[in-house]
């Protein structure tokens, strides 16, 4: 239900992990680093992806090898050097092994930073086709839908983005669903505009950034009030999600070290072990290491447990303190981890995670 929503996070959090700061050399940046192929067929034999890379640093990026974790999984990729703002792939095939679920990854070995990336596919192989159950697991009386939470990734500000949910109708009577309340930004169209019994539809999501005024940043996450036939139905809990940022079209690698950036010294605090009710505090420290201020965007954190104080503003050159106050109350439990989303005006690095972790003993 909600695993769209945190692959947003769990890409967030990798990307932040593995760099911190916009530095110069070969710089490999991949558009996504997990692939879900799905549910498909055996006999529909082997599977094939391509992740597409960008080289955002200023020197050629060399791919010197690609390892799977596993025999079915055979990787290929780019072997030419690619220039500073050019792109590569890396495309991994999986052979099915059997009726099962898969999570396979690639380990790629580079020149670059990071220099060891790791890619991710996943996906189910069935023998027969797969029922409706399984392709709509979210029920609703007799509508049922592919996910309950519609995952739009980036957005840049100013821009737009259409995706959709993916409906049945298992009911006698046809279905006419509409959404009341929604924000400006967006609107969802049902297709068709009646579905009748058996049919399968669409709702068309898209999010306009334009009709905002730059009000929205980081992710945000809007429920949809829904109704069905004329009749509101609070029972049907459908929302989408977005990651909200600048928008850095008009930019090419060579003017990153022109505009702002950002280097976090200490991404990851451990507070060790507290017992439950402690208050834990703390600190990051953010540098602009750019040549025009470093707007802090947005930071939010996925726990109410969490505060966050940030500066909006760091002056090129200077460092600033981003400050996490954590209520370990009702937060028992080992090797606890707090991803704290930060968004800024950083085009080498415009998105940044920093983890809060420990163990809170009772």
Request: overall charge positive.
């Amino acid at each position: 239900m909600k695993l769209r929503y945190f692959a947003i996070t769990g890409i967030i959090v990798l990307t932040s992990l593995m760099a911190t700061a916009q530095e110069k050399g070969a710089v490999i940046s991949f558009e996504k680093t997990v692939h879900d192929f799905g549910t498909f067929l055996h006999k529909d034999g082997a599977q094939a992806y391509r992740f597409i890379f960008t080289n955002t640093g200023t020197e050629p990026v060399i791919i010197q090898r690609v390892a799977s974790s596993c025999g079915c999984t055979a990787p290929s990729w780019s072997r030419e050097p690619i220039a500073p703002g050019g792109q590569g792939f890396v495309e991994a095939v999986y052979t099915p092994q059997g009726i099962v679920p898969f999570d396979k990854t690639v380990t790629v070995h580079s020149n670059a930073k990071p220099s060891q990336v790791v890619l991710r596919i996943k996906g189910r192989v069935v023998a027969e086709p797969p029922s409706i159950e399984t392709l709509y697991p979210e029920a609703y009386g007799n509508l049922r839908f592919n996910f309950q939470e519609l995952a739009l990734a980036r957005i840049a500000q100013g821009t737009e983005r259409i995706d959709s949910f993916k409906m049945v109708n298992t009911g006698d009577t046809p279905v006419k669903l509409t959404f009341s309340k929604l924000p400006k930004y967006l609107t969802v169209q049902q297709i068709p505009a009646e579905l009748k019994k058996d049919e399968t539809g669409v709702l068309l999501v898209k999010w306009d950034t334009k009709v905002t005024s730059s009000s929205l940043w980081g992710i945000v996450k809007t429920p949809l009030t829904a109704v069905v036939n004329g009749k509101a139905q609070p029972d049907l809990k459908l929302s989408v999600s977005a990651l909200i940022v600048d928008d850095f079209a008009h930019l090419n690698s060579a003017d990153y070290p022109n505009e702002a950036g950002i280097t976090i010294a200490n991404v990851v605090y451990n507070f060790d072990t507290v017992k439950s009710g402690t208050k834990v505090k703390a600190e990051y420290e953010v540098a602009n290491t750019g040549k025009k201020p470093l707007l802090i965007r947005h930071v939010s954190a996925e726990c109410s447990c969490i505060r966050v104080i940030a500066p909006t503003s760091i002056k090129p050159g200077a460092t600033a303190i981003v400050t996490v106050m954590l209520d370990t109350d009702k937060e028992e439990g080992v090797n606890k981890l707090y991803p704290i989303t930060l968004v800024s005006n950083a085009p080498a690095q415009s998105v940044s995670t920093l983890l809060l972790t420990g163990t809170v003993a009772k």
